[in-house]
């Protein structure tokens, strides 16, 4: 599974931002899909997740300002981001959890700054 993520920018605080993830390749090997971010020193931490039958679960922090969403036809992940905080500031990566395998399956990250 490939995985290219584009939406990332600068923004001020209280503002959005859509990052979107374009998945090819053994798509159907998909299980779980999901946004990631690291900012320096610490770890990667979830941000959002959402399964092949669309149950979804998002990391305490976005919890009322982030959705995450996906469109099957085109085979693309979003992140639409709302309210943004200095603190969501970091590079996001998109993720795939392969069904079978469990292979993780990582896209480049984009980077999100969101000023004060």
């Known amino acids: 599974v490939q995985l290219q993520a584009t939406g990332g920018g600068l923004v001020q605080a209280g503002g959005s931002l859509r990052l979107s993830c374009a998945a090819s390749?053994?798509?159907?090997?998909?299980?779980?899909m999901g946004w990631y971010r690291q900012v320096p020193g610490k770890q990667r931490e979830v941000v959002a997740m959402?399964?092949?039958?669309?149950?979804?679960n998002y990391g305490d922090s976005v919890k009322g300002r982030f959705t995450i969403s996906n469109d099957n036809v085109e085979n693309t992940l979003y992140l639409q981001m709302n309210s943004l905080k200095p603190e969501d500031t970091g590079v996001y990566y998109c993720?795939?959890?392969?069904?079978?395998?469990?292979?993780?399956?990582w896209g480049r990250g984009t980077q999100v700054t969101v000023s004060s």
């Open positions: 993720n795939v959890l392969t069904r079978f395998t469990s292979t993780n399956y």
């Open positions: 390749g053994n798509i159907f090997s998909i299980g779980v």
């Open positions: 959402i399964t092949r039958a669309g149950i979804t």
